[in-house]
């Protein structure tokens, strides 16, 4: 799966607390994207990242915050955690913004 | 904002025949297209990627096209197997960002 871990796999939490998902990657890419995937909207871009320290927003990036201190790790934190986000979030990287991307095995997070 | 709608939504045909997924794109100010296969439970694995400069890509039984100019680009799989059955998803990168169509479900019958 192009060297990237995603941790954990499956969470639960409750309503109101802070999570974090951990993006591990060991290829060296510049790129890094988290995406939440849910029934009928599809996969849908939250942060992603072009570098130490660059990030920038996606379309869903209420509620959730990023950091990115090492290119191999690329961090989502839930700042308070809602049923909403109840989601499976899926890590992806490439090389560059324009080549071709390489998706983890997701996390499945429940909040309830 | 790039929109991506993929036809049909699902699609079941008996083994041994050739399809066509679709992709459709409103943006064609794109830099590449990429088809990825998703299996249930499972992440998305990447099939083929087409850049903006390049018409179609083969890899084995599959072969996508892409046609920026009327936002189109099409995954033929040949002779189809049960083992292809999955959600097929094709994703346009444009502005930073890739941006995914909702997929097509196909199942492959014995």
């Known amino acids: 799966d192009a060297g990237i871990t995603q941790s954990p796999r499956h969470k639960v939490t409750e309503t109101g607390t802070p999570v974090t998902l951990r993006c591990h990657q060991t290829e060296n890419h510049r790129y890094m994207y988290w995406y939440r995937q849910d029934p009928g909207h599809g996969l849908r871009l939250i942060h992603y990242s072009y570098g130490v320290k660059d990030t920038d927003k996606g379309e869903v990036s209420d509620g959730y915050s990023v950091s990115r201190s090492k290119t191999e790790d690329f961090l989502l934190t839930l700042e308070s955690a809602t049923s909403s986000q109840t989601s499976v979030y899926f890590c992806a990287i490439s090389v560059a913004g324009n080549t071709e991307a390489f998706f983890g095995q997701g996390t499945r997070l429940t909040v309830v | 904002k790039q929109e991506v709608t993929q036809i049909p939504a699902a699609l079941s045909v008996p083994e041994g025949e050739n399809l066509v997924l679709n992709c459709s794109f409103t943006?064609?100010?794109?830099?590449?297209l990429q088809w990825f296969r998703q299996d249930p439970g499972k992440g998305l694995t990447s099939l083929l990627l087409i850049q903006s400069s390049q018409r179609e890509q083969t890899s084995g039984r599959l072969n996508a096209s892409l046609d920026k100019s009327s936002g189109r680009s099409t995954l033929y799989i040949a002779a189809s197997q049960p083992g292809d059955s999955a959600t097929y998803l094709c994703?346009?990168?444009?502005?930073?960002?890739?941006?995914f169509g909702s997929g097509t479900k196909l199942n492959v019958k014995p």
């Open positions: 994703a346009a990168y444009n502005f930073n960002k890739f941006y």
């Open positions: 943006d064609s100010a794109i830099y590449n």
